[in-house]
């Protein structure tokens, strides 16, 4: 569950911040920074992003391995399984599975780490170039 202290950022206070007044007045000389720092930041959501979408193509075709390989086991130790042992087998066939989901979730946990990771980094060098072209406006 999202909790708005927990992330500091506030886009109320940001569009006020930005709609309060001509911003460019503010940064005249810094216009070529500003752009350069938003290219920045979309430059670390794209790669992010590309992160993501790697990760999860991954671990879409480690589902597809691990479904085909469970089938087949389960459909081995049926075909060779004892009458009186089927309850192990199908006991053992799940012990597997919930093994191999457990698995699954670690490398989706890996995957959505490392795009927090890129935007945060690209977040707070993001907060300091803007702080830097807001100390430089107002020494002026």
């Known amino acids: 569950m999202f909790d708005p202290k927990d992330f500091p950022f506030d886009a109320k206070k940001m569009a006020e911040f930005f709609s309060a007044g001509d911003f460019a007045k503010d940064f005249p000389d810094n ?20 992160a993501a979408a790697a990760s999860f193509q991954t671990l879409f075709t480690k589902q597809i391995a691990l479904f085909e390989k469970t089938m087949a086991d389960a459909k081995t130790r049926i075909d060779n399984a004892k009458p009186d042992t089927s309850g ?18 670690k490398t989706a946990q890996a995957a959505n780490t490392e795009a927090l990771e890129i935007v945060g980094k690209r977040a707070q060098e993001s907060i300091k170039e803007m702080q830097e072209l807001a100390n430089k406006a107002t020494k002026k």
């Not at 290219?39 to 794209?46: G, T, Y």
């Open 31 to 50: 216009a070529e920074s500003l752009i350069a720092t938003q290219k920045k930041n979309m430059e670390a959501l794209e790669k992010a992003n590309k």
């Open 88 to 105: 192990d087998t199908a006991k053992a066939a799940f012990e597997q599975a919930l093994q191999q989901m457990g698995d699954m979730a």
